[in-house]
T-cell receptor
């Protein structure tokens, strides 16, 4: 079982739709959480950090539920430019590296 | 420069050749990571440096993989006697601290024939 699990998708949604991605992590020692975005043949780029109190950045909202070990990302009013792979990421306190999920592919259709 | 840079961007090697991949982190970032990303998967951790010290190399898949960062800035990932299963994108990332996310370079796409 992977330490960070995501639905691989693909998610195909029309412009303007709201789409939600979910992710679970198995290492209860994980302390920091992030969503990264990766475009085709490009490097991952940090989208936002995730906190228990929730984190909103424009059309993007991320949420962490430590009790359920569950992370979510909500994208409102999706744009064509949101099409990418979204990677759920955890950093544990014992190891220093990031542990990535396999990514969820999103395509926003005109 | 403004971001993490890596070279070469693409490398084709014959099986059995040695390769060296370079990473220039963001200036002042003490933490540097190497990851390996296979097609359709998320990046997988290889090794971690804090300044010049290699604090974790648990992700290196075999003793053919070696990384160094002798002066605490530029890092080199070396793969000896490359095998076809080494074909992947090798990503370097740096961060000023471990509570923030990491900033990735564009990667080196290695193809072993």
């Amino acid at each position: 079982r992977k330490e960070v699990e995501q639905d691989p998708g693909p998610f195909n949604v029309p412009e303007g739709a709201t789409v939600a991605f979910n992710c679970t992590y198995s290492n209860s020692a994980s302390q920091s959480f992030f969503w990264y975005r990766q475009d085709c043949r490009k490097e991952p780029k940090l989208l936002m950090s995730v906190y228990s109190s929730g984190n909103e950045d424009g059309r993007f909202t991320a949420q962490l539920n430590r009790a359920s070990q569950y992370i979510s990302l909500l994208i409102r009013d999706s744009k064509l430019s949101d099409s990418a792979t979204y990677l759920c990421v955890a950093r544990s306190g014992s190891a220093r590296q990031l542990t990535f999920g396999s990514g969820t592919q999103l395509t926003v259709l005109p | 420069g403004a971001g993490v840079s890596q070279s070469p961007r693409y490398k084709v090697a014959k099986r059995g050749q040695d390769v060296a991949l370079r990473c220039d982190p963001i200036s002042g970032h003490v933490s540097l990571f190497w990851y390996q990303q296979a097609l359709g998967q998320g990046p997988e951790f290889l090794t971690y440096f804090q300044n010049e010290a290699q604090l974790d190399k648990s992700g290196l898949p075999s003793d053919r993989f070696f990384a160094e960062r002798p002066e605490g800035s530029v890092s080199t990932l070396k793969i000896q006697r490359t095998q076809q299963e080494d074909s992947a994108v090798y990503l370097c990332a740096s961060t000023p601290g471990l509570t923030t996310g990491e900033f990735f370079g564009p990667g080196t796409r290695l193809t072993v024939l």
